[in-house]
């Protein structure tokens, strides 16, 4: 793929996905929570524009669910029940990034009809806005840790290669020694150090701020060494032959440099680390419930039981692929795009 | 044998700052296992402060960390208060397991990358070659925990293979023979999960430090000479493009290891990761630190095979 | 000539080692790159440095245009002794002892613009607002000879031969007496030379500047010096006004280097003959 084609549809990517997930109120029939005992592990609605009759319907419409007596914990379609789709309803109101309140979904159907499109859970939960409920989550944990770790990098990277010396060797043996701990022990270590019951929100930072503080050793030893190189410009020699102060330096000609290091590295880390919290709650020392996150989404898959007779529920973790690429592909499009621009 | 001198030491410098990191860690978690048993009105506070004592959990940090340290260089780990065995027993079993696991899958995908990052590497730019990198990128953007999944899933549902444990119910039965079998059937499934973590990155570093290789002057003057193409691949070409990987095998030691935990969890592999987290929920912190300490002991020790591999395979390294 | 032009700027005995770390054992070890450096240069004038690759020019170039630190010696200019001056003090001397350097490209930070690259200089030493720095760095644009429209391009946008106007735009900008050109000329071609060749004579003109010269190229150095200094393994083996260093070569190091250089004639002879 062209260079700049590449980076063009791996940024369109990235901002649609981001903007469905932080619209997930808009794009979500359900809340996260709103549970319906009467469809558990009920499979994805299909869609239907032909009825019973053989008429053609211009608007899609579902068909209700009943419980099949035959076969225990299967659903029949009763085709009596027609249930169309509306679009732009007002309906629950939600938060969009908890600033404003908002009522108008994209799509939904009247009760007691269900549109389910990614099936239902054990608690009769729309899969579908789970999903997109704890990408909110995931994502914003992977976001904020990337960050974080990048941020501690540049700092690390940034005095380690400027000035040399003692404290480039104390700062790279450190992050030698973090890099030589497998990070996913550490990471459970540092949870195991946290006690078990805590608040949501404490896990969540917990989780996030020890990602970050681990895992600041490789870009640090990344930004450290475009440092090493940036200095030594004749450009930035050139700036001190004017009398220019260290900080001038850095901040104006060094760090500059960096750009497109930081960049590929936070679209690198940033799926690392929402597959670091997906693998913690999926394995319960996460995230729990009620909140969603796509760990949680997947945990149920651990029992036997519902992997072999629930098949959509494995539908949530394929959903992750194109969302992670359009990370790695955006995470390529910069390499490629900074080493043409660096001489 | 100053290079080998330097990278023993250093490893060994390593491994102690390492041990010292995750004790200290763990002696700043607020609670420990007896936060139980203090709810427990019927036991009285003095028990448990007996009971502490007893296990040397009282005494001052620096203490508890010489005597934790002192043991571990005799080969005691402690004493695991939940499951009410050694520590060392158990680090030793699943230890084993893991890496019977982790070996096994480091093989396997080695085994699969080499000729596949070879064969591609030759056949640049051919339709099996493109094939071959959509496949790889496709592995790559997806997430372990969907390749786990994706295996269970086929497990369960053709039964092929058994979906978890290291040994079926009456193994002990089996003869010699019939045990290894058994163990090969529940073997495979967690070691092609594993291995599948970091095949296709291999395949993409093969194949392109094959491509660096093929095209230098001294295997062009090879060919110029009428050697014929295999013998070329293998004499000439591989052992110089073996350097980056052998570099490779040290990184991929430390992914492995992270990756190993999930799939030991999902598919009820007794190695080190089960026993892990359900030391977590257990609350058992000398055997969750014991476990850091045990996976950070192999990969230092791997990169350092990686690196005595290294100095062996680089003449030039050994010139000094 | 000679002694009746006021001597600008004076080295005693300037030394310096560069520390290096054996590729292979990690030792570190000692190279020499000048020693008992004593020079002159002439206000007005054009002195040209020679000597080939590795004596040391490019590093006594750096020390002079206080970018590295000598060992041991004194450099006097305008009366001060230049390395014992605090960081302050040494401020407005750096803009009257610039440098430019081989390769412009390098030189310039491909992200900023031509015209915020010239004002650089004055931005760090706090001159002026930013509409005169602005406004002086199209005077300069000018005065190098690049159009002034082009004052938000990149380096990457311009050719190598505008790249070391820019160069030289950036190093007037706050007016020097010393120029410093470190082969400012090797990186470009016969065609490029020639026009930066009489670009800085005209400002030499205009801007009674002094020029240093460093350059390997001798017959680049019979255009465009008035006196030659010869450079030879750290130490200044000759030094005297270009033509009697063309004619009658004193030292061993410098005939060699004259017999080295071929000219038009000797070429002709031996290949056409």
Request: glycine share 8%; proline share 5%.
């Amino acid at each position: 793929m062209k260079q700049q084609h590449k980076l063009r549809v791996a940024i369109i990517l990235l901002v649609g996905f981001q903007l469905l997930i932080l619209f997930a109120g808009f794009f979500a029939p359900y809340s996260s929570t709103a549970q319906d005992r009467r469809s558990p592990f009920a499979p994805p609605t299909p869609l239907h524009f032909f009825d019973a009759q053989g008429e053609f319907h211009a608007r899609p419409f579902v068909y209700g669910l009943k419980i099949d007596p035959g076969n225990y914990g299967a659903y029949r379609i009763d085709s009596t029940q027609r249930y169309p789709i509306h679009f732009f309803t007002a309906s629950a109101s939600y938060k969009v990034a908890g600033l404003f309140t908002a009522h108008t979904h994209l799509f939904s159907v009247e009760e007691p009809g269900r549109i389910l499109l990614l099936g239902s859970d054990g608690y009769g939960r729309d899969q579908l806005s789970r999903f997109l409920y704890g990408g909110q989550l995931s994502l914003l944990a992977g976001l904020i840790a990337a960050t974080l770790s990048v941020g501690v990098g540049i700092i690390m990277g940034g005095l380690a290669g400027f000035y040399g010396g003692w404290l480039d060797n104390l700062l790279m043996r450190g992050a030698e020694l973090l890099l030589a701990l497998p990070w996913l022990y550490l990471l459970f270590a540092v949870r195991a150090a946290l006690p078990l019951q805590v608040t949501q929100s404490q896990v969540f930072l917990m989780l996030v701020v020890v990602l970050g503080l681990v895992g600041w050793a490789r870009p640090a030893r990344l930004i450290r060494g475009v440092v090493l190189t940036a200095k030594e410009r004749n450009f930035v020699l050139a700036a001190r032959g004017f009398g220019a102060s260290d900080h001038y330096l850095f901040f104006r000609h060094v760090l500059p440099q960096t750009s497109g290091v930081v960049l590929t590295q936070i679209a690198l880390l940033i799926p690392q680390f929402v597959l670091a919290e997906v693998t913690l709650t999926f394995l319960g020392l996460g995230v729990g419930e009620p909140l969603a996150s796509w760990g949680s989404l997947l945990s149920s898959l651990q029992q036997y039981a519902v992997l072999s007779s629930y098949w959509w529920m494995l539908l949530p973790a394929l959903l992750l692929v194109p969302v992670f690429l359009s990370y790695y592909l955006a995470a390529d499009a910069l390499q490629e795009r900074f080493k043409s621009v660096s001489l | 044998m100053k290079y080998i001198r330097r990278r023993l030491a250093y490893a060994a410098l390593l491994l102690a700052a390492i041990s010292f990191l995750s004790f200290v860690l763990l002696q700043l978690a607020p609670g420990d296992y007896f936060d139980a048993l203090r709810m427990n009105p019927q036991i009285s506070a003095q028990t448990i402060a007996g009971i502490r004592s007893e296990y040397g959990l009282d005494r001052s940090l620096a203490v508890r960390y010489g005597h934790w340290l002192l043991s571990v260089l005799k080969g005691e780990f402690g004493y695991s208060i939940a499951y009410n065995t050694s520590v060392g027993t158990l680090l030793w079993v699943r230890s084993r397991n893991t890496l019977l696991l982790a070996g096994a899958a480091t093989t396997l995908a080695w085994l699969l990358a080499i000729p596949i990052g070879a064969w591609s590497a030759k056949n640049r730019g051919t339709w099996g070659d493109r094939a071959c990198g959509v496949a790889t990128s496709t592995l790559l953007t997806t997430p372990d925990i969907l390749v786990f999944l994706i295996l269970l899933f086929l497990a369960v549902r053709t039964g092929w293979f058994p979906a978890g444990g290291m040994v079926s119910l009456g193994a002990g039965q089996l003869d010699g023979w019939g045990q290894v079998q058994d163990v090969a059937l529940h073997l495979f499934l967690p070691c092609m999960g594993l291995a599948l973590t970091i095949t296709p990155a291999l395949i993409r570093h093969v194949r392109s430090a094959m491509i660096e290789v093929l095209e230098s002057p001294f295997v062009r003057a090879a060919r110029g000479h009428g050697i014929a193409s295999t013998r070329v691949l293998f004499r000439y070409a591989f052992p110089v493009a073996a350097n980056p990987l052998i570099s490779l095998l040290g990184f991929s030691i430390a992914t492995m290891l992270s990756a190993s935990v999930l799939v030991e969890v999902m598919l009820s592999w007794p190695g080190l990761g089960p026993l892990l987290v359900e030391a977590i929920f257990a609350r058992d912190l000398y055997v969750v630190m014991s476990v850091v300490m045990m996976s950070s002991v192999f990969l230092v020790v791997g990169n350092l095979v990686a690196d005595l591999l290294l100095f062996a395979n680089d003449p030039r390294i050994r010139v000094e | 000539m000679i002694g009746s032009t006021h001597a600008l700027l004076r080295t005693k005995n300037l030394k310096k080692n560069h520390l290096q770390r054996h590729p292979v054992t990690n030792a570190k070890f000692a190279v020499q790159a000048f020693a008992e450096v004593n020079m002159t240069i002439h206000a007005g004038t054009t002195l040209a440095l020679v000597g080939e690759s590795g004596a040391g020019k490019s590093s006594l170039a750096r020390c002079l245009a206080l970018l590295e630190r000598p060992d041991k010696g004194e450099i006097w200019f305008e009366g001060l002794e230049l390395l014992s001056l605090e960081r302050k003090a040494l401020l407005p001397i750096r803009g009257q002892i610039q440098i430019i350097f081989q390769n412009p490209t390098s030189a310039l930070n491909p992200r900023l613009s031509a015209a915020e690259i010239i004002a650089e200089p004055l931005l760090i030493q706090g001159r002026g607002t930013k509409a005169q720095q602005r406004a002086r760095a199209l005077e300069l644009m000018d005065q190098v000879g690049l159009p002034p429209g082009w004052k938000s391009r990149t380096p990457l946008e311009f050719s190598g031969g505008q790249r070391q106007r820019l160069a030289i735009a950036r190093a007037l900008v706050l007016d020097p007496i010393l120029l410093i050109l470190d082969e400012a000329l090797s990186s470009l071609d016969l065609a490029n030379q020639e026009m930066i060749l009489k670009l800085l004579t005209d400002l030499q003109a205009l801007h009674g500047l002094t020029y240093l010269h460093i350059s390997h190229d001798l017959r680049l150095v019979s255009q465009f010096a008035e006196e030659v200094a010869v450079m030879h393994q750290g130490r200044i083996v000759e030094h005297a006004d270009v033509a009697t260093i063309f004619a009658e070569p004193k030292h061993p190091y410098t005939q060699e280097l004259l017999m080295a250089m071929p000219t038009l004639q000797s070429i002709c002879q031996e290949r056409f003959a």
